[in-house]
C-alpha cells in the first residue's frame, strides 16, 4: 500500500514532532504497522461521519490522531493532531 502525505499533514506532523520529538519515532512506528497490517487492532481504525464522512481515523495513542482517506493505491494522510484538533 502507497501511503502519501498532504501537506497539511507535513505542516501538523513538523508543529507536533518539533515539540515533543518522541512522537516521530511512535507516528512512524504506527504508519509501519499500518503499511503492513492494517486491520491491527492497536491502530483502532474507524471510519469517520459528518463533514469528514469519507474519511478513516488511526490512533497513535491515547489522545493524538492521524486522518487519512482512500485514494485509488493506497491512502492519503491528511492531518494529525489531537482528538478535538482533527475532528
Do not use: A, C
Not at 498532504?6 to 509501519?32: A, G, Q
Amino acid at each position: 500500500m502507497n501511503i502519501y502525505l498532504s501537506s497539511e499533514f507535513i505542516k501538523n506532523f513538523k508543529r507536533l514532532t518539533r515539540r515533543n520529538p518522541s512522537l516521530k519515532n511512535k507516528i512512524k512506528e504506527k504508519l509501519t504497522l499500518f503499511q503492513s497490517n492494517p486491520l491491527h487492532p492497536s491502530l483502532r481504525i474507524h471510519k469517520l461521519v459528518g463533514k469528514r464522512e469519507q474519511s478513516w481515523s488511526i490512533s497513535v495513542e491515547k489522545d493524538l490522531r492521524i486522518i487519512f482517506i482512500f485514494v485509488k493505491d493506497g491512502v492519503l494522510l491528511i492531518d494529525i493532531g489531537k482528538h478535538d484538533e482533527v475532528y
